[in-house]
């Protein structure tokens, strides 16, 4: 058992049998995690990308993703935007050459992927290889440049979450409780982000985004939107999910939501407990910090502070798969079939549900969609072929938009947010 499976091991684990079938569908599918924020431990002494999982306990590696038939992850270039105010490009370029670097030390087993295509020659090809992608999460590593929002995209990076959990100038996020920015969204530098974001062929990402900045985002679109790790408001209540609106919004957009595997985003009884013990966890891990003063940018002070926070979550116990795969399904049935997708959000969370420790566990997911009558295609399409199209159909408005002379500042009319005529 993992560092991870022990610090989040339940009461009463669940046992999932994967069958021979469901594990056939799993293994001809391309697998598709737009949500990893693994690179917090890339610069680790100990890290290694081929065995993290068992070194240092992380859900995500090479030997978990093979075993979870795993053909692109995306990788974050994360950066807080309290602990590096005035200095966030510089960290998330720092982050962006570590993930070069460690894709390099695995040449026989991962490649930077760059294209929808890259995706297919990676999987296809004599060996099959992670398609390693790149994306940046929050609006504020691009420090209101738009050079420096092109200089990611040359580098590789291949979506954008407009905001993290701090409002920006521009944007506004989901985790800014100030009642003078619930009411506003993109500004007009905002809206210049997102169209440059769609010249260039980068994916605009609305996870973490406030509600008002989320319809923003759609109206100005002229590529589809995803959600690269967002689940469902129906079913929990948390800002960073979904509501069915916006569910049938992005279907209308054309996008996709990657369900995100955090207890506290798909279990609201699970959500409860954690905000009922949220006092004492932060008390606890400020004091963690301040005993590791001058030494909270390491990364073994990211290592250590992970399993504190995986130490707080394992006293609550970790929901039923069931209930993530309710997600999943609330999301096909009320955006559609070809609006859902994976967006784990592999080691930025401390607690997953019953059954899912590493990668590896991911054909789990594929049983128990067939357990509920889903079929081999509907399964293919949740698992990557969903993500596949949407990004086939932001690479073509790119190049559309590089070629057309229509104004790049035409809006779409025809979504509108609830209650506005």
């Excluded at 309290?82 to 050459?97: C, F």
């Excluded at 104004?407 to 025809?414: G, K, N, R």
Aim: glycine share 6%.
């Amino acid at each position: 058992m993992t560092a991870t499976a022990a610090a989040q091991a339940p009461a009463s684990p669940e046992t999932i049998k994967v069958t021979p079938r469901a594990l056939a569908i799993h293994n001809s599918a391309i697998v598709v995690d737009t949500h990893a924020d693994t690179t917090q431990f890339f610069a680790h002494p100990e890290f290694d990308l081929a065995n993290a999982s068992e070194k240092l306990g992380t859900h995500f590696d090479l030997k978990t993703a093979k075993a979870g038939n795993v053909g692109a992850e995306f990788f974050v270039a994360w950066v807080d935007c309290e602990k590096y105010q005035g200095r966030e490009a510089h960290r998330t370029l720092v982050l962006i050459d570590q993930i070069h670097q460690e894709i390099k030390q695995h040449p026989n087993d991962a490649v930077l992927a760059l294209t929808a295509d890259d995706i297919v020659k990676a999987r296809t090809g004599p060996k099959k290889k992670l398609a390693a992608f790149i994306s940046v999460e929050g609006g504020h590593s691009i420090e209101n440049s738009i050079s420096i929002l092109r200089d990611y995209y040359r580098l590789g990076v291949r979506y954008m979450t407009l905001t993290h959990s701090c409002s920006l100038d521009w944007a506004r996020s989901s985790g800014d409780e100030k009642e003078e920015t619930k009411k506003t969204g993109l500004s007009d530098f905002g809206r210049e982000v997102v169209r440059e974001m769609n010249r260039l062929g980068m994916m605009v990402d609305i996870s973490h985004v406030n509600d008002r900045t989320f319809y923003h985002a759609l109206l100005v679109s002229r590529a589809p939107v995803i959600a690269s790790h967002s689940s469902a408001r129906a079913l929990n209540g948390h800002l960073r999910n979904m509501t069915d609106d916006m569910l049938r919004a992005i279907a209308n957009n054309g996008g996709v939501v990657m369900v995100n595997f955090y207890s506290g985003f798909i279990d609201e009884n699970y959500r409860t407990q954690s905000t009922a013990m949220r006092d004492a966890r932060t008390a606890a891990l400020k004091e963690l910090e301040k005993q590791w003063e001058g030494k909270t940018e390491t990364p073994e002070y990211y290592l250590v502070r992970d399993r504190a926070a995986k130490e707080w979550a394992g006293k609550i116990p970790r929901p039923p798969l069931k209930v993530l795969i309710d997600h999943i399904d609330h999301i096909a049935k009320v955006a559609g079939i070809d609006h859902v997708g994976l967006g784990s959000d592999f080691d930025g969370v401390d607690s997953l549900p019953q059954g899912i420790d590493t990668a590896a566990d991911l054909p789990k997911i594929t049983q128990a969609l067939l357990d509920r009558g889903y079929t081999r295609g509907q399964i293919h399409k949740i698992l990557g072929g969903n993500f596949l199209r949407v990004l086939r159909r932001v690479e073509q408005v790119a190049r559309e938009l590089r070629t057309e002379k229509e104004d790049p500042a035409t809006i779409h009319t025809d979504i509108k947010e609830p209650g506005q005529p």
